[in-house]
């Protein structure tokens, strides 16, 4: 499968695996793209908000379901519709979540927030480090690229906020390299940068990855 925006494959790893291995191809072009990456400080914030980015979740592959139900039905296993939505409103699934290795039952309802949609690269990282000065329809396409987006553990999420790498990866360390090899996928897809600390983090994550051919 490709990415909607930037023409690139993505990778949905089953978190019931102790580790995840990336395969060595991938490896290989993650350590090119971050050489390659620009190293700079982050531009301010000033101007940001989730706003800027499009109404969150717009259908803009035009299925006739919203960005947050595709990304469910893409990630959760024994997937359930509400009735009469043309299975496009995922009412119920299991979450195998990469970040922490839980297994989430998510029912929608009062407990969704249970599980939620993570931006890989966020959105205000992305717009410290490029994307504020991208035309608004990048920007909207950015927040609706699958290969930039994760159904995950709520909690986690929160908790990972707006973080970039050097301050935060998944509580799940089998997890931590493909995380950063999708970090960089998207980074370098978009043409953003990153800092020195995330670079130098991004870097020892790569080091610690298992490949298989």
């Known amino acids: 499968m490709v990415a909607a925006a930037t023409g690139v494959p993505y990778v949905v ?10 395969a060595a191809t991938e490896l290989t072009r993650a350590t090119r793209e971050l050489a ?11 101007g940001y ?7 969150a979740w717009e259908d803009v592959d035009h299925n006739g379901c919203d960005t947050r139900d595709d990304i469910l039905a893409r990630d959760l296993t024994s997937v359930t519709y509400t009735s009469g939505s043309g299975d496009c409103t995922v ?3 299991v979450l195998h ?9 998510f029912r929608r309802g009062p407990d969704s927030a249970a599980v939620q949609i993570d931006h890989v690269v966020a959105l ?3 717009w410290q480090t490029g994307a504020q000065d991208w035309p608004a329809a990048t920007r909207l396409a ?6 930039n987006l994760l159904a995950v553990d709520g909690p986690a999420n929160q908790d990972k906020s707006a973080d970039d790498a050097s301050t935060w990866l998944p509580p799940n360390p089998g997890f931590r390299c493909v995380y950063v090899v999708r970090q960089l996928r998207v980074k370098a897809a978009y043409g953003l940068w990153v800092t020195r600390a995330e670079h130098d983090a991004m870097a020892r994550t790569l080091r610690t990855c298992a490949t298989v051919r």
Do not use: C, L, M
């Not at 390659?36 to 000033?46: E, G, L, M, N, T």
């Not at 950015?142 to 290969?147: E, K, L, Q, S, V």
């Open 49 to 55: 908000t989730r706003e800027q980015f499009g109404r």
């Open 142 to 147: 950015f927040a609706n690229d699958p290969a």
């Open 36 to 46: 390659d990456v620009p190293v700079r400080d982050r531009a301010p914030s000033d």
């Open 13 to 22: 790893a089953h978190a019931r695996a102790a580790r995840y291995p990336v």
């Open 124 to 126: 205000a990282d992305a």
């Open 91 to 93: 009412a119920s699934g």
């Open 97 to 105: 979540d990469p970040y922490t290795g839980r297994t989430i039952d």
